[in-house]
């Protein structure tokens, strides 16, 4: 019967998952209760509830969505890293249902969220107004899901169908599908996320606008992605059963990926504000006026220095590449620096009824906004530690899977 | 012995004896070895006790000279040796300075990488003596080879070749200079 010489049984989750998992549901329904709580009996702070809930669904979500995104990315282009990675990623996309559900609070709240929720006098949201309703913005929500949600169940499938393929002509049949899926999967994958972020966060501010606003999530959110499935394989890696299938190699392979994102990230966010310093119309450059100021000038100083100059030099090294705790280290501290970023991108934008005038630090910052990160977190760390145990750890069927282990023993 | 001898060449069968060897040829306390196989083979760099590569930081260094001659070159002709206002910027406008500085940094660092490599590893090299040896054309096919050269400094002609005799070699030759 088996057609490799892998068992499923040898490979299921280790024990300590269902402890993180448990850990995770306690931290996180406990802050979505606070949150949920604040947001439905106080009129007066429902905004900021919500502002702040989409603070920790943008960052969260994202790493789920990444999650999604590296998996179409790894079967167009093939690779150890990717089928070591492989059920890390699935784990992480079939979260993608509890990250709907978590987008609910925003579609109900909406009207508390957005300034062009309302109907104004102002004669740009006028003009916005066909696309920018409520109506229409929860139908584009549900369209969005419904695009990853056929991408996720279609390379769930699969990978799943392999896992009991009875020939190896079969195994290899629905990888190659799988394949030939993924890669206008991944056109669309950009486009559906370059939409989802304009919808959800650019538009907190209805006036301003970026041509680049996409892909700063598209390489922000993948980022996200590799350092959480570094930080989960460093846990892994030294217990069973996934102390024998990984090594130094995929570590390595790995980092480099995160060099290249760090780099990426820091290209379309320096393309957008080139592009906005070179045409320097007042509409666009109050974005960085705003945030090249004070406290935000700070934030952005730190995200200069240690969102790209350190984690780039840092990755530069070889050895930290290779030693899975040091980079699961730097991979935690990229992804607080990514919250930070989510932080800056979402934190001074314009609230409702102030006439599209920006916020500085003291008056935007609330409690609600470092709560609520942990509220979305661990609910969607305990939906990916579960959807984690339904599965062996690595695709025991693909037929380069043997290849991919010996690769990470290798120099 | 008419010639004057380059080394000592020992013939394998499969990669692994290869490998095998070189640990043995390592802590024997030989330097100047080299191996040669059809493929590469990751191990052999541990194996053979090179040393890793000064590569790396050579193309840093490329890069950082790239940089700064791309920043430099424009402040001076924006600043100092030309300067014109265009579109009501400052003469130093770092934002607009940015692209030039990173392809400089960008092409010299793949500079040095590629002539670094080629530099490093004495190429181009018309001649090596071990093509002397005409099995040693199998090296690209089927193949492993060790090779001792007498320079090194443990290196005696009836000694060396006893020993890499006891390497399960198939063959030993003398590599003629």
Not at chain 1, 301 to 325: G, Q, T, Y
Request: overall charge neutral; proline content about 5%; hydrophobic content about 50%.
């Amino acid at each position: 019967m088996m057609i490799s010489k892998f068992d499923a049984q040898d490979f299921q989750a280790p024990e300590q998952v269902n402890g993180w998992r448990t850990i995770s549901l306690g931290i996180g329904g406990i802050a979505s209760v606070i949150i949920l709580v604040i947001a439905l009996i106080f009129p007066e702070y429902r905004e900021q509830a919500l502002r702040s809930w989409l603070l920790g669904f943008i960052f969260w979500g994202g790493i789920g969505i990444g999650c999604l995104g590296i998996l179409i990315l790894q079967y167009v282009t093939g690779g150890a890293w990717g089928v070591i990675s492989r059920r890390i990623l699935e784990a992480g996309s079939r979260t993608l249902p509890v990250i709907a559900l978590l987008f609910v609070p925003l579609a109900i709240g909406a009207t508390s969220l957005y300034e062009w929720s309302h109907l104004s006098d102002d004669p740009i949201i006028q003009h916005r107004q066909p696309y920018l309703n409520v109506g229409w913005w929860i139908f584009r929500a549900v369209l969005y899901f419904v695009l990853w949600g056929v991408m996720t169940v279609l390379l769930n499938r699969w990978s799943g169908r392999q896992d009991g393929a009875a020939t190896y002509d079969e195994a290899a049949k629905l990888s190659a599908d799988a394949s030939k899926f993924s890669g206008p999967a991944l056109a669309f994958f950009i486009l559906v996320v370059s939409f989802a972020a304009i919808d959800w966060v650019m538009t907190l501010d209805p006036h301003w606008y970026s041509t680049m606003w996409g892909f700063l999530y598209v390489a922000g959110w993948g980022l996200s992605a590799f350092c959480f499935v570094v930080t989960i394989l460093a846990f892994l890696v030294d217990k069973k059963p996934m102390n024998r299938v990984l090594g130094k190699r995929h570590f390595h392979d790995i980092g480099k990926l995160m060099l290249a994102l760090v780099m990426v990230w820091a290209y379309f966010n320096f393309s957008q504000y080139l592009i906005i310093w070179s045409g320097n119309l007042p509409e666009e450059t109050k974005w960085y006026i705003t945030r090249m100021d004070g406290a935000w000038g700070a934030i952005g100083l730190l995200l200069l220095l240690f969102h790209f100059a350190f984690p780039f030099l840092v990755l530069l090294n070889r050895d930290i590449k290779r030693n899975a705790k040091w980079l699961a280290i730097l991979a935690v501290f990229i992804l607080l620096l990514r919250l930070l970023d989510m932080y800056y991108m979402i934190g001074p934008s314009p609230r409702i009824g102030t006439h599209g005038k920006e916020l500085d630090f003291l008056s935007s910052f609330s409690w609600m906004d470092l709560v609520a990160p942990f509220a979305v977190g661990g609910i969607w760390l305990w939906a990916f530690f579960g959807e984690l145990k339904k599965r062996p750890l690595v695709p025991i069927n693909d037929p380069y899977l043997e290849n991919a282990i010996n690769h990470g023993k290798g120099h | 012995m008419d010639n004057k001898i380059y080394g000592l060449l020992a013939e394998f069968d499969t990669p692994t004896q290869l490998v095998e060897a070189a640990r043995k040829v390592r802590d024997a306390g030989y330097k100047k070895t080299d191996a040669f196989s059809p493929f590469p083979l990751h191990e052999i760099d541990e194996a053979l006790g090179i040393k890793r590569s000064i590569l790396p930081f050579l193309v840093l260094g490329g890069g950082i000279i790239g940089l700064l001659t791309g920043l430099g070159l424009q402040y001076f002709v924006h600043v100092y040796d030309y300067p014109i206002i265009v579109g009501g910027r400052p003469f130093f406008s770092l934002p607009s300075f940015i692209p030039p500085s990173y392809e400089l940094t960008i092409l010299l660092a793949a500079f040095t990488a590629v002539l670094g490599m080629l530099a490093l590893n004495g190429l181009p090299q018309p001649y090596h003596p071990v093509f002397n040896v005409p099995r040693f054309a199998l090296a690209s096919r089927e193949k492993f080879f060790l090779l001792i050269e007498t320079k090194d400094a443990k290196f005696d002609y009836d000694e060396t070749r006893n020993f890499m005799q006891n390497l399960n070699a198939q063959e030993v030759f003398d590599v003629e200079e």
